[in-house]
């Protein structure tokens, strides 16, 4: 049976972020994809320019909507804007218990552009227990644990630490914004501590590559994969579509990666 994946998270007109990310990867891992806005943004492979968040009521509306009728296997959730979007979210799943359900806080897009209102991070502490994993990278472990932004893999085990203490029941700390030729990010669960290393890409395409990520793990999870093997293999998926990224030529800032790296001819740039 294929896997019916709901998206909840903003929309990005470039297409390489937020829930057009979160659909690509969805189709591209062989789910069924659907997606409830939390928010419309202006944006471009440069940066953000604009953010228009509908009231939380119409969130709810389309959360109704679709768990009324259709079977949902996963939850995959992005940009909330606001508090009030974060406690819609979090009443919608309370209501539906059981779902693998993968945390992406989006409080700062590559641009390096704020995505969420102060109370959001307050807000979010309603929403940690309801997910099966949260996936911050190290500015918003930080934001979100109130600890200093993690420069080591010391300090990586203490910001999940943290985030555990505020009621996360497992945490993967993405290492993207450390240096060094090695990618660490680190997961904390209640079967301890793993990390997972790979070469660093060199490379500007890197738009929605923690959107991609955790929609990735979504997938694997409502395929039954166990937490730590979900997360490996959305690493792998990721880091090749990372490395296919330069066939595509998407725009003059930090572009895409390529979702459909396993499924479009390579090199076949014809029209058709």
């Not at 991070?121 to 109130?146: C, M």
């Amino acid at each position: 049976m294929i896997p019916n994946l709901l998206s909840i998270a903003g929309s990005d007109p470039s297409g390489g972020a937020g829930i057009q990310a979160d659909l690509k990867t969805f189709s591209a891992l062989g789910c069924y994809g659907m997606a409830a806005l939390t928010a419309l943004t202006a944006q471009n492979t440069r940066g953000v320019v604009a953010v228009h968040v509908p009231p939380p009521e119409f969130l709810a509306a389309q959360l109704d909507a679709i768990f009324a009728d259709v079977r949902v296997d996963a939850v995959k959730i992005g940009m909330l804007a606001t508090g009030a979007m974060v406690r819609v979210v979090a009443r919608c799943l309370a209501d539906h218990p059981g779902l693998p359900v993968v945390l992406d806080p989006v409080l700062v897009a590559t641009s390096g552009d704020s995505l969420g209102a102060p109370d959001v991070v307050d807000a979010l502490a309603e929403l940690l227990p309801l997910a099966t994993v949260l996936t911050p990278n190290l500015p918003e472990a930080a934001r979100l644990g109130d600890v200093p932004v993690p420069e080591d893999e010391d300090a990586m085990r203490s910001a999940a630490a943290a985030l555990q203490a505020r009621g996360a029941r497992a945490v993967l700390v993405k290492g993207g914004h450390l240096s060094g030729g090695e990618a660490v990010d680190l997961l904390s669960d209640r079967d301890g501590i793993q990390f997972f290393t790979g070469a660093r890409i060199a490379t500007r395409n890197t738009h929605g590559t923690g959107c991609t990520l955790s929609s990735a793990i979504a997938c694997y999870l409502a395929k039954g994969l166990a937490l730590a093997d979900a997360v490996g293999a959305a690493k792998s998926y990721l880091s090749a579509a990372i490395l296919d990224s330069a066939s595509l030529d998407v725009g003059h800032g930090h572009g895409p990666v390529h979702h459909f790296h396993a499924l479009w001819p390579a090199g076949d740039s014809e029209v058709r």
